[in-house]
């Protein structure tokens, strides 16, 4: 009998339930709600949610929606319209237990905040992000950070121009085998998280320890050898380490090699 049919904000509704396991949604009218920030955040015993009564046609902030939510083993999104969201940082952030998703029909047009987004989804071995539009994103940081059973990725239609903030995009997806992209700073985002993780794992704590890149590396198959594929390359992987805290960061190559890529 809960009547929410002018509700405009459900920031934090739900949040901090620690014992809730579920809640009927029988009824519910989300018509003009603009705000769901935390609304189950912190529900870490929450094991199901029923959201196809949900309208999300006006919502425009999603920030930390399931956050915590350590119990919740899937979620349906079909009936979910993301087109108004502008800010999804943390939506996924801590769903330890989520094993897969499929964001197939979400339309992220105006989405310019993605940090963390699907940080700390340790169980994650599936995701559909095919059809994620980031043209506006400014920040992917950690976005699937410790996703540990990741195995692949399809990233085809990301794109990067505007983010300025990509460190620890995969950080600890050491299981990831497959990485599909068109965009080469991704991939050099990926190599120079690897060199992070490697150093970390021997605890080399010396941030002025020095680390090349070795430009005249040729196996990019799929990218166009010219000086700004390499350009890009470079300067993403050598600011992704130094985001991370090590100073000594340099490129080994020759000029006449940089001057003509792959020849």
Do not use: H
Not at 44 to 55: N, W
Not at 98 to 111: C, G, I, K, P, Q
Not at 135 to 164: A, G
């Amino acid at each position: 009998n809960f009547d929410s049919k002018n509700v405009v904000n459900m920031k934090r509704m739900f949040y901090d339930c620690d014992n809730l396991e579920s809640i009927n949604f029988t009824n519910f009218n989300t018509r003009y709600v603009t705000n769901m920030e935390c609304m189950f955040g912190n529900c870490k015993k929450l094991r199901e949610i029923d959201l196809s009564v949900f309208d999300t046609r006006n919502v425009g902030n999603m920030k930390n929606m399931f956050n915590n939510c350590k119990a919740l083993t899937n979620l349906d999104f079909r009936n979910f319209d993301t087109s108004k969201v502008f800010n999804m940082q943390c939506m996924f952030y801590g769903c330890e237990n989520l094993e897969s998703l499929d964001l197939s029909n979400w339309n992220t047009a105006n989405v310019n905040n993605m940090l963390s987004l699907f940080d700390g989804c340790y169980k994650l071995n599936s995701i559909n992000v095919t059809t994620f539009n980031t043209q506006k994103v400014t920040t992917m940081e950690k976005m699937f950070n410790c996703c540990y059973n990741l195995t692949s990725l399809d990233l085809t239609s990301f794109n990067f121009e505007n983010c300025y903030n990509k460190q620890n995009f995969l950080y600890g997806c050491d299981k990831i085998k497959i990485v599909k992209t068109n965009n080469r700073a991704l991939a050099a985002v990926k190599e120079a998280n690897f060199v992070i993780n490697k150093l970390r794992q021997y605890n080399s704590t010396n941030m002025a320890y020095p680390i090349f890149y070795d430009a005249e590396e040729s196996n990019y198959k799929g990218f166009e050898y010219t000086a700004a594929v390499y350009n890009t390359t470079i300067t993403t992987f050598a600011n992704t380490l130094k985001n991370a805290g090590f100073k000594n960061v340099g490129v080994y190559g020759s000029v006449s090699w940089l001057d003509n890529p792959g020849g």
